[in-house]
């Protein structure tokens, strides 16, 4: 039998998935966060720990895994890579292969070998390969590099549109009410004096309640608009600077402020973008977990050939979850 093992790590989760050369998941595991950006040793043992878990259900060793591909948020350049590669060596695995997690998020949301990715989980990113195989990455580095967006970002802006509202500088917003019960607070006043004076920062749950009032609100509304427009700016230069502009391929949407919160409220606005510079381009919101992207790079890293049934048989254990069923910032 042959045993391939695909690991997505995120900024606050990581996911390890074993699968037979068929796309068969035998075994996974959860641990936190995998992101060395955040700590090297914590993200060491957030994926040795996940790797454990999912190899002890699966009922493999080492020795049986085929080839092993890393999906890793904050493998972005060089300096990460002269992190990651012993670190991901000394786990133990011969044949592997390390990506940012933008790559695996791609592969696993179109069949096509060319393609571009927008991620907005804790952060944003954006990845694009053409049909040259040239590559290229914008973003995932911070708002002071030139991003904007992703939960975190979100529930600062959430935070700060119902500071605003109470002090007069907007008009009042339906957020006050949700976020005022999701934090504990009887008035704005008080939470306003508890978050100043213990320097807190706003939780990035708060980005949920965006969704839950845009329908009826202005604040919420304009802030999901922002995050679409500048998520399909940061594909746009992507697609420019890769000359994709008259190509036929898809823009997959990844994380879970795309993919488990409602699309009304951003994907046009990334759209209005993206069409202007590449009319061919299909966007499409990721239907299977990332990590089904590592796997299948794993595959063909092998030398396998990627069947239909592996693609059925991944999705029907790896599926995307019921949008807003969970909201972990992966």
Same mark, same amino acid.
């Given at each position: 039998?042959?045993?391939?093992?695909?690991?997505? &790590?995120? @900024?606050?989760?990581?996911?390890?998935?074993? =699968? /037979?050369?068929? @796309?068969?998941?035998? %075994?996974?595991?959860?641990?936190?966060?995998?992101?060395?950006?955040?700590?090297?040793?914590?993200?060491?043992?957030?994926?040795?720990?996940?790797?454990?878990?999912?190899?002890?259900?699966?009922? $493999?060793?080492?020795?049986?895994?085929?080839?092993?591909?890393?999906?890793?948020?904050?493998?972005?350049?060089?300096? /990460?890579?002269?992190?990651?590669?012993?670190?991901?060596?000394?786990?133990?695995?011969?044949?592997?292969?390390? $990506?940012?997690?933008? $790559?695996?998020?791609? *592969?696993?949301? =179109?069949?096509?070998?060319?393609?571009? !990715?927008?991620?907005?989980?804790?952060? =944003?990113?954006?990845? %694009? !390969?053409?049909?040259?195989?040239?590559?290229?990455?914008?973003?995932?580095? @911070?708002?002071?590099?030139?991003?904007?967006?992703? &939960?975190?970002?979100?529930? !600062?802006?959430?935070?700060?549109?119902?500071?605003?509202?109470?002090?007069?500088?907007?008009?009042?917003?339906? #957020?006050?009410?949700?976020?005022?019960?999701?934090?504990?607070?009887?008035?704005?006043?008080?939470?306003?004096?508890?978050?100043?004076?213990?320097?807190?920062?706003?939780?990035?749950?708060?980005?949920?309640?965006?969704?839950?009032?845009? /329908?009826?609100?202005?604040?919420?509304?304009?802030?999901?608009?922002?995050?679409?427009?500048?998520?399909?700016?940061?594909?746009? +230069?992507?697609?420019?600077?890769?000359?994709?502009?008259?190509?036929?391929?898809? #823009?997959?949407?990844?994380?879970?402020?795309?993919?488990?919160?409602?699309?009304?409220?951003? +994907?046009?606005?990334?759209?209005?973008?993206?069409?202007?510079?590449?009319?061919?381009? =299909?966007?499409?919101?990721?239907?299977?977990?990332?990590?089904?992207?590592?796997? #299948?790079?794993?595959?063909?890293?092998?030398?396998? *050939?990627?069947?239909?049934?592996?693609?059925?048989? #991944?999705?029907?254990?790896?599926?995307?979850?019921?949008?807003?069923?969970?909201?972990?910032? /992966?």
């Amino acid at each position: 039998m042959t045993y391939y093992l695909g690991i997505d &790590g995120g @900024g606050s989760k990581t996911l390890a998935v074993v =699968t /037979d050369g068929a @796309g068969r998941v035998l %075994g996974r595991g959860v641990s936190g966060c995998g992101n060395h950006q955040l700590g090297a040793e914590l993200a060491d043992g957030s994926i040795r720990a996940a790797i454990q878990a999912a190899m002890e259900q699966a009922n $493999v060793n080492h020795e049986d895994i085929r080839f092993t591909a890393f999906g890793l948020a904050g493998a972005d350049r060089e300096a /990460d890579f002269h992190i990651l590669r012993p670190m991901i060596a000394a786990m133990g695995f011969e044949h592997h292969h390390i $990506v940012c997690d933008t $790559v695996i998020g791609l *592969r696993a949301g =179109t069949k096509q070998p060319d393609g571009v !990715v927008i991620i907005c989980g804790s952060g =944003t990113n954006c990845y %694009g !390969v053409n049909a040259l195989g040239e590559e290229m990455q914008c973003g995932g580095f @911070g708002y002071s590099f030139g991003d904007f967006g992703g &939960g975190s970002d979100l529930a !600062v802006e959430a935070f700060r549109a119902v500071i605003r509202a109470w002090d007069g500088r907007e008009k009042s917003t339906a #957020l006050t009410g949700p976020m005022l019960h999701m934090l504990g607070f009887e008035t704005v006043e008080e939470m306003f004096h508890a978050y100043l004076d213990d320097y807190k920062r706003a939780p990035h749950t708060l980005a949920k309640l965006l969704f839950e009032v845009a /329908d009826s609100d202005e604040a919420a509304r304009k802030i999901l608009q922002r995050q679409g427009t500048e998520l399909g700016i940061s594909a746009s +230069a992507v697609i420019r600077r890769l000359n994709m502009g008259n190509d036929k391929f898809d #823009l997959v949407m990844v994380g879970s402020v795309l993919t488990r919160g409602d699309s009304r409220f951003i +994907a046009p606005y990334i759209e209005e973008q993206v069409k202007a510079v590449a009319p061919n381009c =299909t966007l499409r919101v990721l239907q299977m977990e990332p990590v089904a992207g590592a796997l #299948l790079l794993a595959m063909e890293k092998s030398g396998q *050939r990627v069947e239909a049934a592996v693609y059925d048989n #991944l999705n029907a254990d790896l599926a995307v979850k019921e949008r807003n069923a969970e909201w972990a910032l /992966d």
